[in-house]
């Protein structure tokens, strides 16, 4: 199971912190991923973290977004600086490697919504 939090409105240039609470698997075990699914668009991928901490970034977020684990609480986290208003989405915690979200099956959770606008 997979719970999001931490979504809200917040004003261009602003930040927030994603958390996405892991049960029912091996978390430590388990490459992580945040996908996100803006109005009218399909999902994409926004940042993937394996069991190992190496991180990877949409080019789209890069420098901008820290994806972090703790695997002592099962937590997952997305530290969103320098937000833009096309980082309007749903973000949704994955389990696995999600590079492409559109296809396949994976677990991930009921989303939170992010809103950046004045």
């Known amino acids: 199971q997979l719970r999001e939090s931490g979504g809200g409105l917040v004003q261009p240039g602003g930040s927030l912190r994603l958390s996405c609470a892991a049960s029912?698997?091996?978390?430590?075990?388990?490459?992580m991923t945040w996908v996100r699914q803006a109005p009218g668009k399909g999902l994409e991928w926004v940042s993937i973290i394996d069991s190992a901490g190496s991180t990877h970034y949409a080019s789209s977020v890069k420098g901008r977004f820290i994806i972090s684990r703790d695997n002592a609480k099962n937590t997952l986290s997305l530290q969103m600086n320098s937000l833009k208003p096309e980082d309007t989405a749903v973000y949704y915690c994955?389990?696995?490697?999600?590079?492409?979200?559109?296809?396949?099956?994976?677990?991930r959770g009921q989303g939170t919504q992010v809103t950046v606008s004045s």
């Open positions: 029912g698997f091996t978390f430590i075990f388990s490459a």
């Open positions: 994955a389990k696995g490697p999600v590079w492409s979200p559109n296809s396949g099956t994976y677990s």
